[in-house]
C-alpha cells in the first residue's frame, strides 16, 4: 500500500517526477497502484522527467486496462472496473487513430482483445463486447485491426453484433 501513497502524494504535488521511480510503480503487481500510476501519467505527464517513450506508456495502459477489464475489479477513485477500463480502451485507440506511427500498437490491443474474449467468461466476454468492441467499431477505421474475428467460429458472433452497432453509431474518426 506504500506505493498507492506514494503515487497519490506525485499527483497533489507540483514537483518534478523522477521516470524510474513512475517505471517502478508501472510495474507493481498491485492493481491500485498501478491505477493510481495511469491517473499520474494523465495528469502529471510533464512533470515526469526525462519523459516516458510513447511505446512504454502504451503498454502500461494497455496491461493496465486488460488487467482491469478482465478482474473488474470494484469501483474506486484510482481504479477502473471492468467496463470503465472497456470505455478507456475504446476511446484510446479511436484517439490513437490520429496519431501517425501507432497502427502497431493498435493491432496489438486488437490481438489482446482476441486472447481476452477466447479465454474469458461469460462476463469477461460482454464487457469486450459492449463495452468496448461496439463503441471501437463507431470508427470505421478500426474494423480492419479485428477483421479476423468474422473467420473465427467463437467470435463471429460478438464482431457481427458489434459492427450492428458501430454502423447505427458512427463516431466522426
Request: charged fraction near 25%; aromatic fraction near 10%.
Amino acid at each position: 500500500m506504500n506505493a498507492v501513497r506514494e503515487v497519490i502524494a506525485e499527483i497533489e504535488a507540483n514537483t518534478p517526477i523522477e521516470r524510474d521511480l513512475v517505471r517502478q510503480w508501472m510495474a507493481d503487481g498491485d492493481l491500485l497502484t498501478r491505477g493510481a500510476v495511469y491517473r499520474l501519467t494523465n495528469e502529471a505527464w510533464a512533470r515526469i522527467t526525462p519523459e516516458l517513450t510513447g511505446n512504454e506508456q502504451c503498454a502500461f495502459m494497455a496491461s493496465y486496462l486488460f488487467d482491469c477489464l478482465i478482474s473488474d475489479p470494484p469501483s474506486g477513485e484510482y481504479i477502473h472496473t471492468g467496463f470503465e477500463a472497456a470505455w478507456a480502451l475504446a476511446s484510446w485507440l479511436k484517439h490513437l487513430l490520429g496519431i501517425p506511427g501507432t497502427e502497431q500498437t493498435i493491432a496489438q490491443v486488437a490481438s489482446n482483445f482476441r486472447a481476452a474474449h477466447l479465454a474469458g467468461d461469460a462476463e469477461t466476454r460482454n464487457r469486450i463486447g459492449t463495452g468496448a468492441l461496439e463503441h471501437v467499431f463507431e470508427s470505421k477505421a478500426l474494423v480492419p485491426y479485428f477483421e479476423d474475428w468474422r473467420s473465427d467460429p467463437e467470435l463471429k458472433q460478438e464482431f457481427e453484433l458489434a459492427l450492428k452497432w458501430g454502423e447505427a453509431h458512427p463516431s466522426s474518426h
